[in-house]
């Protein structure tokens, strides 16, 4: 790949760190099945703490993204919150981000992998040119950072906490329960749901509580 294209260093983790046990003839085969054109290669790019990402060539085509969970228990919820954040973006602002082509949050695929295949963007990670950039070409991006941010802070704004969440079938949006890791690793997703008829006695306030301080003391 020419530096144009490369969107990806070959790894962010230590060689020593094991790779995903994929089926690569199954992720072609799910690609091809998928976007309706023939997968001839499939090269990985990168891995993460928490994902995979694969570079899908086609035949007659352009190439696509395939983003695979190393960590299968993360809840499903956030591969549906992850989604639905890049359609709302794409659909209110003018921000660039990837067409989600075809996704699943289960394991119950044929590749047996929570999956995302998405718009390949070509381009280079900032930190890679960050250095070798004029001052005024520096002005210039910081400038367009901005820009971006502000346009999500003017156009997503949100009356309640928590993450989007898409109806599917009706291309609508919601809020739902947040999905930052911080909020399910070491149990924390384990904490109950409040319950309105026992939180007016002061039951679920209780229980909540004394379930939080058991998950704090497990850091």
């Not at 499939?42 to 035949?59: D, M, S, V």
């Not at 047996?112 to 295949?117: A, E, G, H, R, V």
């Not at 960050?130 to 070409?137: F, G, M, N, P």
């Not at 820009?147 to 704004?157: N, S, V």
């Amino acid at each position: 790949m020419d530096n144009e294209n490369n969107i990806f260093y070959s790894s962010s983790l230590d060689d020593d760190e094991p790779t995903l046990d994929l089926d690569l003839n199954a992720l072609r085969q799910l690609a091809s099945s998928r976007l309706d054109r023939h997968c001839v290669h499939t090269h990985r790019l990168t891995k993460g703490l928490y994902n995979e990402i694969y570079l899908l060539q086609f035949e007659g085509g352009p190439d696509c993204i395939a983003r695979l969970s190393r960590d299968l228990t993360h809840p499903a919820a956030k591969f549906a919150s992850e989604v639905a954040t890049m359609k709302y973006v794409a659909q209110n602002t003018s921000i660039k981000v990837p067409e989600v082509y075809d996704w699943d949050c289960t394991v119950h695929n044929p590749i047996k992998i929570p999956y995302i295949l998405m718009e390949r963007i070509p381009g280079q990670h900032l930190y890679q040119v960050w250095d070798e950039l004029t001052v005024e070409k520096k002005k210039c991006v910081l400038s367009q950072i901005v820009d971006t941010l502000l346009e999500l802070w003017t156009k997503c704004q949100f009356e309640e906490i928590g993450c989007l969440y898409m109806n599917f079938m009706e291309s609508t949006f919601r809020i739902g329960p947040i999905v930052d890791p911080v909020f399910y690793i070491e149990r924390r997703n384990a904490i109950p749901k409040e319950d309105k008829s026992d939180n007016e006695s002061g039951k679920s306030n209780k229980t909540n509580g004394l379930t939080s301080i058991q998950v704090i003391q497990t850091f």
